[in-house]
């Protein structure tokens, strides 16, 4: 299962597919070969935040990146899969984990040495013995990919004032839910969904070059959805955050942002000005050409949202970014240290790398190699940990500022 089409079962089962600004830039020229005096200022910014320049990491380093687990091709132990992945990414030294939060969907994501029971509504699988393990567990921060059946509100994007409603009282529950289990805990949970411009545009992800009539409408809708969905996690912190030491949050994630610079509807431009959120999550696959270019992306991001002022400072954070080892070899450590410099320098709060273990099978393999898969060469290399248990050149380099920063 590659992505794209993980997207799609993601978004099939949840019923989606029927449908403080950074310094100031220059946006990339396409043939751009000499960078602007603004460019080689931030370039100099990027570059002196980069992990091999740093004396020091900041303090909180561990509690800020960590790595998502869902859908892994393979499996260490006998352990549930999502317990085993969670226990993983505290050994190797993070404090903060990415995972998959869907009712009846979880089996899929988590499927070794699991026995998922069914459930009707978000709490029901916030109670389920797997995440109650998890909640358990001492994360610093907790990234959960949220959706519940129907949350896309109709296939032509008018929203149905019911179907808001539902999808306001449902993240209100599991919100105040979350408040109520953790309310001793300093942990941060965050409430998102997964790449918000491949929603919009519907189908596992359309270029939208020229985009479809309705597109404003479409538009519009997702305001309408990321509103109900914030208006109940807004709601559950005002009655129950007050005295509580955990944080509940909401995000939308953007994934097309390089996209408006060709004048092309995205997200970022269109839909993030109409709605306060507490977060934005930024899956920066069409940033990373390079340190700049991400670091341009980020800006339009913070240029663009409206945010509630729950996250006082840079509320913008990398809720996806990998490499995939085996198709992109060349420069692998060079290009993560440039990342990390640009993320680092542009001060996200919190980054997920994509992902502990790897869950992209070459298409075309014949015979498909049985699952879980025992050759690491069956994959395209998005990890930190091989089936075989070691680290990943990608691990090692993650798990060095794991260890950097704890040692200080």
Excluded at 162 to 185: H, K, N, P, T, W
Excluded at 237 to 249: L, T, V
Aim: hydrophobic letters at 40%.
């Amino acid at each position: 299962m590659n992505r794209r089409n993980f997207l799609q079962s993601v978004a099939g089962g949840a019923g989606w597919l029927a449908l403080n600004p950074l310094a100031a830039m220059s946006r990339p020229a396409a043939k751009a070969t000499v960078k602007s005096v603004e460019d080689q200022k931030i370039q100099r910014l990027i570059d002196a935040h980069r992990p091999s320049r740093l004396k020091k990491l900041p303090r909180d380093f561990n509690a800020r990146v960590g790595a998502s687990h869902v859908a892994g091709r393979y499996h260490l132990t006998s352990k549930p899969f999502l317990i085993e992945g969670a226990e993983k990414l505290l050994e190797l030294g993070s404090r903060l984990g990415k995972f998959w939060f869907t009712p009846n969907s979880q089996a899929a994501y988590y499927p070794f040495n699991s026995n998922w029971e069914p459930c009707a509504t978000l709490v029901d699988l916030a109670r389920s013995q797997y995440f109650q393990q998890l909640f358990a567990l001492p994360f610093s921060t907790i990234i959960l990919e949220t959706a519940m059946p129907l949350e896309w509100p109709t296939a032509n994007g008018e929203a149905a004032a019911g179907s808001l409603r539902e999808i306001s009282e449902a993240y209100f529950d599991l919100a105040a839910y979350l408040y109520r289990v953790l309310r001793q805990r300093r942990v941060t949970v965050i409430l998102q969904h997964w790449e918000g411009d491949w929603l919009l545009r519907g189908r596992g992800g359309e270029r939208w070059d020229p985009p479809p009539a309705d597109w404003k409408q479409r538009c519009e809708a997702m305001v309408q959805w990321l509103a109900a969905r914030q208006q109940g996690v807004t709601k559950a912190r005002i009655e129950f955050g007050k005295r509580a030491k955990c944080r509940i949050a909401h995000a939308a994630e953007v994934n097309r942002v390089a996209d408006l610079w060709k004048g092309i509807p995205t997200m970022t431009e269109h839909v993030l000005p109409g709605v306060e959120l507490d977060l934005v999550s930024y899956s920066c696959y069409d940033g990373m050409k390079d340190g700049l270019t991400l670091w341009k992306c980020i800006a339009e991001i913070k240029r663009h949202a409206r945010t509630t002022g729950f996250f006082r400072k840079n509320p913008v954070y990398i809720g996806e970014v990998g490499i995939p080892e085996h198709d992109q070899p060349d420069r692998l450590l060079e290009r993560w240290d440039e990342l990390f410099g640009t993320m680092l320098a542009a001060e996200v709060p919190y980054i997920a790398m994509w992902e502990l273990y790897c869950n992209e099978i070459y298409p075309n393999l014949n015979p498909p190699p049985a699952v879980p898969i025992k050759n690491f060469k069956d994959v395209r290399g998005f990890w930190l940990v091989r089936p075989d248990g070691s680290l990943s050149e990608t691990g090692k380099f993650f798990t060095s500022l794991w260890q950097r920063s704890a040692g200080r």
